[in-house]
């Protein structure tokens, strides 16, 4: 039996993860440390408050004593963490908090496993790390090439990372997923924004010319995956997850419209993302040579999330009026 601390596990993949782990044949027992940020909801894990092999805890990543406390609490010897600041556009208006949770926060994480002498420490990064490539695909030893604030803030994360496992050790797995979607997730990222804008008839906001590449890969295959490293990764090595689906903002939210019996012209083209990247692409025959592959294709998983969304209203209409119109309002005026 493992004992887990989850760390941003009440946010969007956190949370998947946390359903998937609990709904798998399995004794492990899971913690999540979260700060319920914006971005981290109770409401996410509500399916599994009850469960008998789950808890949830409050805390920052950045607070070594409350970290150590509760990992010594709970016996907890593997820490699976997710929490991060994790939006492009916010990282834009306010690096702040991304240089402290995504760069400090892992470097806690990082001594708490060194200090207590933890089995695992699997760190949850991202494709952005690599930056933008326009033909080809990134493999696991390319360099890192980061153009926004978040993405120079996870690649800062893992550098500490990397380098606690070089220097002393540390039983250190990485995994860099691709663009994720599904069921949880806060509707500041262009799907889940897409689908509650056409559902309500606002306009779909389409960066520049809408032509940016991004590949899409359903939450659960994301969760299958770390999941999948935790048990058969080997320590020091990071893990491209992607399962080629790459397709255009502009297709993206064309299939949203259409779903929703929407018309196109809801679609508006609006002022790009400064430095936007153009594309993201990752190799992954490190992973599938190890044994994981996806399961959901784009199509199904399309269709539950749009599903999801338009069965789910309750979760996701209190936060499109507080936080997230201020947050709009602010960056379509400002920039
Ligand atoms: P999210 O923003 O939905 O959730 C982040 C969670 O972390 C929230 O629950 C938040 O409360 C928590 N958190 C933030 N700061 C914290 C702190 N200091 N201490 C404790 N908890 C804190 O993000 P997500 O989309 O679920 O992403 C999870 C992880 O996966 C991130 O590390 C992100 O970089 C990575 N990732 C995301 C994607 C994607 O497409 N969403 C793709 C690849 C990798
Ligand atoms: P996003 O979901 O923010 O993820 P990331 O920036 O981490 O890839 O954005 C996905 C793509 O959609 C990205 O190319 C930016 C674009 N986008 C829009 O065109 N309009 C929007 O309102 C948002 C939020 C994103």
Redesign the pocket.
């Known amino acids: 039996m493992r004992t887990l601390l989850v ?2 596990g ?5 949370a998947n993860f946390v359903h998937y782990m609990l709904t798998r044949e399995s004794n492990d027992r899971i913690i999540v ?5 914006y ?2 909801r109770r409401e996410n894990l509500a399916a599994v408050a009850d469960h008998p092999r789950f808890l949830f805890v409050q ?4 607070e070594m004593a409350q970290v150590r406390a509760t990992v010594e609490q709970y016996n907890v010897d593997t820490i699976v963490n ?6 492009v556009d916010r990282s834009i208006l306010d690096p702040d908090a991304f240089v402290k ?1 995504d760069v400090y ?1 892992v470097y806690v994480l990082c001594e708490v496993v060194k200090q207590m002498g933890l089995a695992r420490l699997h760190h ?4 952005e790390v690599y930056g933008p490539i326009a033909e080809g695909k990134f493999r696991e030893d390319d360099r890192f090439m980061p153009t926004s604030p978040y993405a120079a803030s ?1 690649a800062s994360g893992e550098l500490i990372a990397l380098s606690y496992y070089r220097t002393y050790g540390l039983p250190l797995t990485i995994t860099r ?4 979607y599904g069921p949880y ?2 509707p500041e ?1 262009a799907i889940p924004l897409f689908i509650t804008n056409a559902i309500d008839d606002i306009p779909l906001p389409l960066y520049g010319n809408g032509l940016q590449v991004r590949d899409r890969l359903y939450v659960t295959d994301h969760a299958s995956a770390i999941a999948f490293v935790l048990e058969h990764g080997k320590p020091g090595e990071a893990y491209n997850i992607a399962a080629d689906m790459e397709k255009t903002n502009l297709e993206v939210a064309q299939r949203i419209v259409q779903a929703l019996g929407k018309p196109a012209a809801l679609i508006q083209f609006v002022k790009d993302r400064p430095a936007h990247d153009v594309r993201y692409a990752l190799a992954t025959e490190k992973l599938t040579a190890l044994g994981w592959q996806a399961s959901v294709s784009f199509e199904e998983g399309f269709e539950r999330t749009v599903r999801w969304y338009q069965e789910n209203e309750n979760w996701w209409r209190p936060i499109k009026s507080g936080d997230w119109l201020d947050y709009y309002r602010k960056q379509y005026t400002e920039r």
């Open positions: 760390t941003g009440a946010g969007f993949i956190g440390y979260d700060k319920l940020t971005a981290g805390g920052d990543i950045c997710f929490a991060a600041e994790s939006h949770t926060g949850v990064s991202t494709d996870k997923g691709v663009n994720t997730q806060y990222k």
